[in-house]
Nanobody, 119 residues
Framework: QVQLVESGGGSVQAGGSLRLSCAAS????????MAWFRQAPGKEREKVAA????????NYADSVKGRFTISHDNAKVTVLLQMNSLKPEDSGMYYC????????????WGEGTQVTVSS
């Protein structure tokens, strides 16, 4: 089993920055993918950014390209999401997810951390 714990959410004004952190513990795998998803009320869950071990190029949703950066520490199995130039539409619950399989299936999830961006 894998446990994921997110931190770093909060409230910020438009144009501001936040950094989310996710730490994994439990039975970990040398090859894995980690990602951040978000979900706003009344909207479908969206994959924001993802990175896999050995990746040189993480992938991002078009809506966050150039503003968000995902970074991954393989040894500590942590993933960070640096969010800059935040917009009100970035608000929502952000979830960390981990996949022990490739292609990724994201079978493990954290409980989420709230991000609120005010205009």
């Amino acid at each position: 089993q894998v446990q994921l714990v997110e931190s770093g959410g909060g409230s910020v004004q438009a144009g501001g920055s936040l950094r989310l952190s996710c730490a994994a513990s439990g039975t970990l795998y040398s090859r894995h993918c980690m990602a951040w998803f978000r979900q706003a009320p009344g909207k479908e869950r969206e994959k924001v950014a993802a990175v896999c071990t050995g990746d040189t190029r993480p992938n991002y949703a078009d809506s966050v390209k150039g503003r968000f950066t995902i970074s991954h520490d393989n040894a500590k199995v942590t993933v960070l999401l640096q969010m800059n130039s935040l917009k009100p539409e970035d608000s929502g619950m952000y979830y960390c997810a981990l996949s022990a399989s490739l292609p990724p299936e994201y079978e493990y999830w954290g409980e989420g951390t709230q991000v609120t961006v005010s205009s």
